[in-house]
């Protein structure tokens, strides 16, 4: 499912991080899931961001075990 371009870290909009700050290198199951959803949602409302909240779900969903 890797059918996608790879993300630019320079030309991203994250919020900027101290020097001294970690990211988390993992989600957890949970967390996963309900990022899941928030994709899912914006998505099915067919916005400018839906393109690209679809390309995610899809590839966070083909990564993690279903919640059932």
């Not at 059918?3 to 320079?10: I, N, R, T």
């Amino acid at each position: 499912m890797d059918d996608y371009d790879p993300l630019d870290g320079d030309s991203t909009l994250f919020a900027p991080l101290a020097d001294t700050a970690q990211r988390l290198a993992e989600l957890t199951l949970e967390e996963a899931h309900d990022l899941l959803a928030l994709l899912v949602a914006v998505t099915q409302e067919g916005g400018s961001m839906s393109v690209q909240a679809d390309r995610l779900a899809r590839e966070i969903a083909a990564r993690i075990p279903s919640e059932n």
